[in-house]
T-cell receptor
Framework: GQNIDQPTEMTATEGAIVQINCTYQ??????LFWYQQHAGEAPTFLSY??LDGLEEKGRFSSFLSRSKGYSYLLLKELQMKDSASYLCAVLDSNYQLIWGAGTKLIIKP | DADVTQTPRNRITKTGKRIMLECSQT?????MYWYRQDPGLGLRLIYY???????NKGEISDGYSVSRQAQAKFSLSLESAIPNQTALYFC??????????????FGPGTRLTVL
């Protein structure tokens, strides 16, 4: 079966750095997405990785290792507004998105 | 104006009632999707459509039906609502012409409660 694992909840301090991990086992791979979702709101796109390596976009970076079935989202200089759930999703061989359950990130002052 | 809209935003209904959730988009995208989200679970795909004549079942289609009335409109129906269909429902779109990227854009969601 297809499976995406990410921690259920993480806590970090304002101004710090946090890394959210995602491991996946899917039938095929055509890229990995990270989305941010504030409580009760729609998910919004953060990043897309299809090749191994690190993609940096401002305070957020995303890393992919296809051989390990592993990705992480790195958030720097954390702000209170970064409190949200972070969803990892993999595009499988049928170009369908398979979603992880999300990681709820709590930022403390 | 929002690119992907959903109506209603909130709905409370009773067991056995037929409910329709509507989604409209102005992005000109070919692909449209319906998901449900439950606490502690990821987004689960109900139905998806790659164009007006192409409708496909997703992971959890039982108890649901859809209609793609036009490229811009995709409706989800619950034929006879039951309490375990209480969830947050999202419509999403993506653009086939962008190739394999398939980034999905989400509507604001419909919170459905079945009593």
């Amino acid at each position: 079966g297809q499976n995406i694992d990410q921690p259920t909840e993480m806590t970090a301090t304002e101004g710090a750095i946090v890394q959210i991990n995602c491991t996946y086992q899917t039938s095929g791979f055509n890229g990995l997405f990270w989305y941010q979702q504030h409580a009760g709101e729609a998910p919004t796109f953060l990043s897309y990785n299809v090749l191994d390596g690190l993609e940096e976009k401002g305070r957020f970076s995303s890393f992919l290792s296809r051989s390990k079935g592993y990705s992480y989202l790195l958030l720097k200089e954390l702000q209170m507004k970064d409190s949200a759930s972070y969803l990892c999703a993999v595009l499988d061989s049928n170009y369908q998105l398979i979603w992880g359950a999300g990681t709820k990130l709590i930022i403390k002052p | 104006d929002a690119d992907v809209t959903q109506t209603p935003r909130n709905r409370i209904t009773k067991t056995g009632k037929r409910i329709m959730l509507e989604c409209s988009q102005t992005k000109g995208h070919d692909r449209m999707y319906w998901y449900r989200q439950d606490p502690g679970l990821g987004l689960r795909l109900i139905y998806y459509s790659f164009d007006v004549k192409d409708i496909n079942k997703g992971e959890i289609s039982d108890g649901y039906s859809v209609s793609r009335q036009a490229q811009a409109k995709f409706s989800l129906s619950l034929e006879s609502a039951i309490p375990n269909q209480t969830a947050l429902y999202f419509c999403a779109t993506s653009d086939l012409r962008r190739g394999d990227y398939n980034e999905q854009f989400f509507g604001p969601g419909t919170r459905l409660t079945v009593l």
